[in-house]
């Protein structure tokens, strides 16, 4: 059996691979380890405490039940926050003074896969050795406490509004007059994305916002954008926004329908804040997937680009290292350290509404200040990708950034988890990058076997 905990907590089919007793058996050994971890004060003992806070996937339910279960028999206090996003139960962790948060998502999959996600004190992400020791003590012997021994449950849904509070106080000016479409994925971003947008000022339209269970991120949200661009067009709005089924990221269209992507979205917020000496170190922090022409426009900006492996949890361990405060991926994960612990779709959605706003400019005439290059990724499938620097690869390698230059690059990724080794490239023209990869992953299908 592989590590249970992937990037981002532990996923599966819901019922299958994600079952009620896995869920109990995590949430007690977490109790064990975080709980413990806030187990004493300068006063003494303290019962530790937990947020859990859910997608409204249908399974969701019943998992939500074993993990307030196995929290509470560990003698874990328990809030129940309900539905709500995930950088939602990553603020309300630190903000209500909690040892540990519970996250129930599988973000942008379909409605049959779920996931735990644990959350440290502070609202953190934990580290592969956190993780690493709540596996270890799967399953271990423990003493149970009884009588007032046990934690106590309680609901706490108004919460939310702490939530959406703490977002608009992060906002310069309101965003009266603009007129947005926005995608909820039928997810967790429901009914506190409309709600923080309006009260921001905005005139809102809400699509996918109508969950049941069953169609989070079905034909909508920040995977599928087909139905927002249709509505901003057809509604004549200044833009839309699109989250994923727990609202950890977005994504935009401008009025004419055109995507704007997370490369695009920090580059306009990196411009602003370094306009308003608000960006740190002149810095922002993107993975090595961000696309080229990010990073050239950044540098006409006279901003330093720092790049990290793929993974918003990487990106964050290099902001807090160094003392940077944006960073981000093109999938549209965004993090405002100033203001949040992990990438937050909603915090995103609105300070890059708040610089339309500020600005008078179009969302399509604020993008335009990066030109994205064309990419070609290739996914080679049934390789070794343990050779993916093999000789005869690095020497094909050397020989296409040559002929790219300054205007393109290469990345050679083998995947973590299949025996696949993907290819990427980027050149001025498709044609180019087209060319160069079809190239390099021929090289691959006979070096790397």
């Known amino acids: 059996m592989g590590r249970l905990f992937g990037t981002d907590g532990v996923r599966g089919v819901a019922g299958r691979d994600l079952t009620a007793e896995l869920a109990m058996d995590l949430s007690v050994a977490a109790a064990h380890v975080l709980g413990d971890a806030g187990a004493f004060t300068a006063t003494g003992h303290k019962r530790p405490v937990a947020v859990v806070g859910r997608d409204p996937r249908a399974s969701g339910e019943f998992l939500e039940a074993a993990v307030v279960a196995g929290l509470a028999s560990s003698g874990v206090d328990v809030l129940r926050l309900g539905v709500l996003?995930?950088?939602?139960?990553?603020h309300l962790t630190a903000a209500l003074g909690a040892d540990l948060g519970v996250m129930l998502s599988a973000s942008h999959n379909p409605a049959p896969d779920n996931g735990i996600k644990f959350l440290a004190r502070g609202g953190f992400k934990?580290?592969?050795t956190v993780e690493d020791e709540i596996e270890r003590r799967l399953g271990e012997r423990w003493q149970r406490p009884v009588g007032a021994g046990v934690g106590r449950v309680r609901e706490a849904y108004g919460e939310a509004d702490r939530y959406i509070s703490h977002l608009l106080d992060t906002l310069n000016g309101r965003?009266?007059?603009?007129?947005?479409?926005?995608?909820?994925?039928?997810?967790?971003?429901?009914v506190v994305a409309p709600e923080a947008l309006l009260r921001a000022g905005a005139q809102v339209e809400a699509i996918g916002a109508r969950p049941d269970g069953l169609n989070i991120n079905a034909g909508c949200g920040s995977t599928h954008l087909d139905k927002l661009q249709q509505v901003v067009i057809?509604?004549?709005?200044?833009?839309?926004?699109?989250?994923?089924?727990?609202?950890?990221?977005?994504?935009?269209?401008?009025?004419?329908?055109?995507?704007?992507?997370?490369?695009?979205?920090?580059?306009?917020?990196?411009?602003?804040m370094h306009e308003?000496?608000?960006?740190?170190?002149?810095?922002?922090?993107?993975t090595v997937m961000s696309n080229l022409g990010f990073k050239l426009a950044m540098r006409e900006a006279g901003i330093e680009v720092v790049q990290t492996a793929v993974g918003d949890r990487y990106v964050l361990e290099a902001m807090?290292?160094?003392?940077f405060n944006l960073g981000g991926e093109q999938s549209g994960h965004v993090i405002l350290l100033d203001h949040?612990?992990?990438g937050d779709g909603l915090l995103t959605s609105l300070h890059l509404l708040s610089v339309v706003a500020r600005s008078g400019k179009s969302l399509r005439d604020l993008a335009a200040v990066m030109t994205a290059l064309p990419q070609i990724l290739i996914n080679v499938k049934d390789v070794d990708r343990g050779k993916a620097a093999a000789p005869q690869l690095s020497e094909a390698v050397a020989a296409?950034?040559?002929?790219?230059?300054?205007?393109?690059?290469?990345?050679?990724?083998?995947?973590?988890?299949?025996?696949?080794?993907?290819?990427?490239?980027?050149?001025?023209?498709?044609?180019?990058?087209?060319r160069v990869a079809g190239r390099l992953a021929d090289v691959v299908r006979t070096a790397c076997v």
Not at 175 to 190: T, Y
Not at 240 to 252: F, K, M, N
Not at 320 to 323: E, H, N, R, T, V
């Open 320 to 323: 807090k290292a160094d003392g």
């Open 340 to 342: 949040a612990t992990t």
């Open 126 to 128: 934990l580290s592969d």
């Open 234 to 272: 057809s509604r004549g709005a200044d833009l839309g926004i699109a989250y994923d089924g727990d609202a950890d990221r977005c994504l935009a269209v401008d009025h004419t329908g055109a995507m704007i992507d997370g490369d695009q979205i920090m580059a306009i917020l990196a411009l602003a």
């Open 276 to 286: 308003e000496n608000r960006l740190a170190k002149s810095t922002v922090v993107a």
């Open 175 to 190: 965003l009266d007059g603009l007129h947005i479409v926005v995608d909820c994925a039928n997810g967790a971003a429901s």
């Open 400 to 434: 296409a950034e040559a002929e790219l230059g300054e205007t393109g690059r290469v990345l050679i990724r083998p995947s973590g988890t299949e025996p696949m080794i993907r290819v990427m490239v980027e050149a001025s023209s498709e044609e180019q990058a087209s």
């Open 85 to 90: 996003p995930t950088p939602a139960v990553a």
